[in-house]
């Protein structure tokens, strides 16, 4: 396992009022979710994703190393009119990019609506995937959506050939927690390639 150690920094944010309730209630509060692939002019309805998280902790990678800073850094949702890096315009663009070289966007769907999308890129480099994209609303997160997206997108990728999946992943807690437990684990040396395009990411990789 990483080594995960901790620092304060910037201002923590306002403790959740009232109890959360258990993932067994809210399972069963949710309507069924569907699985399916996605084809390019479906991306756009990535707009229907809740983006929004709060979010207290963040961890800066040191090799394998994980140092979390604590402070407020809440997501706001994506931009559904603008131009910017936060827009639903500029994930439509990154999503349409993915699929274009080669990647395999999947959505789930409860009650018709978008509440879940991962994309696999196959053969990033030989023998390795990159788990491109994987978000689900704010509301249908820890059901099981995403790890059953993840799964399905491992599975792909084993079946193009691949033996190693990396991804670049969101410094947030909940996200480096999640890919941790899916069997990821951070790398010494991130791909150069990724690395550029998300120097802050925490990059991971595991053995499919």
Known sequence: MPNLTSCSSGRSGP???????????REAEEPAVEFQRLGRTELSRVGEIDRRERINVLYDQHGTQLVARHGNWSASAWDPDGHGEHSVEARVHTLQHYVDNGGVALGALASE???GIGVVVPHLRPGIAQLAFLHVSARFRATGIGSRLAEQLEQLA?????SDMVVSATPSENTVRFYLGRGFQPMADP???LFELEPEDVHMRKML
């Open 15 to 25: 403790r959740a009022a009232g109890h959360e309730k258990s993932v067994a209630q």
């Open 113 to 115: 609506r978008l509440v």
């Open 158 to 162: 084993r079946t193009a050939g691949d």
């Open 191 to 193: 791909l150069a390639e």
